[in-house]
């Protein structure tokens, strides 16, 4: 005989009615073969749940309830515990997900997760003013954690997909390349004055090779072959808090790209043998002995290693006194004064990028020089001189026809 509710209508299996009026409807999730319960306040609404969790069941989506709560907070721990990250990209990828994400959708459940929920995240986002590429960076973190919870089965499809697809954030600003001219007026600068002059030989080093700042205070005297005139590039020197305070790290190369040997040209060669000469001059002896490397070469007054802020100063002082100095001249010759722009260790780093390239450099031996892991990363800068270069040839023909 047929079990019937409080109503008279017949209950299917698995479907019973409390003594509170209370709908249930028991069944086994078998993927996990868990015994699952679900509940509402009437039987339509009861069968309503009922076929959802039958499509679910039919398509291998798990249903255990302790699943379908699970936040998105608690997905990206999983997702962390799933890779394996070096120190330094474990603790930004932690940071940027606490600073952004943790307090806007972290506390959302996953089967509630909507592209619409993600893309208003991201609106929200350009709206306070953040680049594009933080925006960019965000989505590197949501979008695998919810492929994790696809391949779990979990759920269906990934809500992240396609979501990057609206003009999020503020552009990448235009990357501050010296010209030449631009160059000559830095060593000119830095050359005549008595406080800036002895970063000569790394300001050389710097537009010369081309590297990170982490390469560049990390070098070690070892790390110089003067006999065979070979720089061996092969970690970094990070200043980071990995739970301990902040202090110096050694970081190795995350690509084969980044573990390089760069032969020196005799500049190069020049600037090493002088800055030699400026540590012994100064008094300045490397104290400090970071996880195994030592013997530092370019150095603070204390003989620790230049901090990757400390480059970046003094490049800010050294653009500030020329242009004050600049200002000043103008102002008597009554011209309109040159300024230098600002510029950072990374603006260097592509200045020299783009001089090589402007050289006529093999495509492929630039990108071994400069440690990109990516031929596209180099191919942007040769596509920027090409681009110029183009339009002034067509200028060109365009005065020539013209008879200008």
């Given at each position: 005989?047929?079990?019937k509710?409080?109503k008279g209508r017949n209950?299917?299996?698995g479907?019973?009615?409390?003594?509170?009026?209370?709908?249930m409807?028991?069944?086994?999730?078998?993927?996990?073969?868990?015994?699952q319960?679900i509940y509402?306040g009437d039987?339509p609404e009861?069968r309503?749940?009922?076929k959802?969790?039958?499509k679910?069941?039919?398509?291998?989506?798990?249903t255990?309830?302790?699943?379908k709560k699970?936040t998105l907070?608690?997905?990206?721990e999983?997702y962390?515990?799933?890779?394996?990250f070096y120190d330094?990209t474990k603790i930004?990828y932690?940071?940027?997900?606490d600073i952004?994400?943790k307090?806007e959708?972290?506390?959302?459940?996953i089967v509630q997760?909507?592209?619409s929920h993600?893309k208003t995240?991201?609106n929200?986002?350009?709206?306070?003013?953040?680049a594009n590429?933080?925006?960019k960076?965000?989505?590197t973190?949501?979008y695998p954690?919810?492929?994790?919870?696809?391949?779990?089965?979990?759920i269906?499809?990934n809500?992240a997909k396609?979501?990057?697809?609206?003009?999020y954030?503020?552009?990448?600003?235009e990357?501050?390349?010296?010209t030449m001219e631009q160059?000559e007026?830095?060593?000119v600068?830095?050359c005549g004055?008595?406080v800036?002059n002895v970063?000569i030989?790394m300001?050389?080093?710097m537009?010369?090779l081309g590297l990170?700042?982490?390469e560049?205070?990390?070098l070690?005297?070892s790390?110089?072959?003067?006999?065979k005139?070979e720089i061996?590039v092969?970690?970094q020197?990070?200043?980071k808090?990995?739970g301990d305070?902040?202090?110096?790290?050694?970081?190795?190369?995350?690509t084969k790209?980044?573990n390089r040997?760069?032969?020196?040209?005799?500049v190069v060669?020049?600037?090493?043998t002088?800055?030699?000469k400026i540590?012994f001059?100064?008094g300045?002896?490397?104290?400090?002995?970071?996880?195994?490397?030592s013997?530092f070469?370019?150095?603070?007054?204390?003989?620790?290693?230049l901090?990757?802020?400390a480059?970046?100063?003094?490049?800010?002082?050294?653009?500030?006194?020329?242009?004050?100095?600049?200002?000043?001249?103008a102002?008597?010759?009554r011209?309109t004064?040159?300024f230098?722009?600002?510029?950072?260790?990374?603006?260097l780093?592509h200045?020299?990028?783009t001089?090589?390239?402007?050289?006529?450099?093999n495509i492929k031996?630039?990108q071994?020089?400069?440690?990109?892991?990516?031929s596209d990363v180099?191919?942007?800068v040769?596509n920027?001189?090409?681009?110029?270069?183009?339009?002034r040839?067509e200028?060109?023909k365009?005065?020539?026809?013209?008879?200008?």
């Amino acid at each position: 005989m047929a079990r019937k509710d409080s109503k008279g209508r017949n209950l299917r299996t698995g479907e019973s009615e409390r003594k509170d009026g209370i709908y249930m409807y028991r069944y086994t999730d078998v993927k996990s073969g868990k015994r699952q319960a679900i509940y509402a306040g009437d039987l339509p609404e009861l069968r309503e749940k009922e076929k959802q969790i039958a499509k679910d069941l039919d398509d291998n989506i798990l249903t255990d309830t302790a699943i379908k709560k699970m936040t998105l907070n608690t997905l990206f721990e999983r997702y962390m515990q799933t890779r394996r990250f070096y120190d330094s990209t474990k603790i930004n990828y932690e940071n940027m997900w606490d600073i952004h994400v943790k307090n806007e959708l972290g506390n959302i459940k996953i089967v509630q997760l909507r592209p619409s929920h993600i893309k208003t995240f991201y609106n929200k986002m350009s709206e306070q003013g953040y680049a594009n590429n933080t925006i960019k960076y965000i989505h590197t973190l949501l979008y695998p954690a919810l492929e994790l919870a696809v391949d779990d089965d979990i759920i269906r499809k990934n809500p992240a997909k396609n979501t990057l697809s609206g003009d999020y954030g503020e552009a990448p600003k235009e990357k501050e390349i010296l010209t030449m001219e631009q160059q000559e007026r830095l060593f000119v600068c830095v050359c005549g004055s008595p406080v800036y002059n002895v970063y000569i030989p790394m300001l050389t080093v710097m537009l010369e090779l081309g590297l990170r700042c982490g390469e560049l205070i990390g070098l070690t005297w070892s790390d110089v072959d003067m006999e065979k005139k070979e720089i061996s590039v092969n970690h970094q020197l990070i200043y980071k808090d990995f739970g301990d305070g902040y202090k110096f790290h050694i970081n190795t190369p995350k690509t084969k790209a980044g573990n390089r040997i760069i032969p020196m040209s005799q500049v190069v060669q020049r600037a090493f043998t002088e800055q030699k000469k400026i540590n012994f001059m100064l008094g300045r002896h490397s104290i400090e002995e970071i996880e195994g490397y030592s013997d530092f070469i370019f150095l603070a007054k204390t003989g620790r290693p230049l901090m990757p802020s400390a480059v970046n100063n003094v490049l800010y002082n050294i653009i500030d006194a020329y242009n004050k100095t600049e200002a000043g001249k103008a102002e008597k010759e009554r011209r309109t004064p040159v300024f230098l722009p600002k510029i950072s260790s990374h603006s260097l780093r592509h200045t020299a990028c783009t001089n090589m390239a402007k050289r006529g450099m093999n495509i492929k031996i630039l990108q071994y020089i400069m440690g990109h892991a990516h031929s596209d990363v180099t191919m942007d800068v040769y596509n920027h001189i090409a681009g110029v270069k183009e339009v002034r040839e067509e200028i060109i023909k365009y005065e020539k026809a013209v008879g200008v």
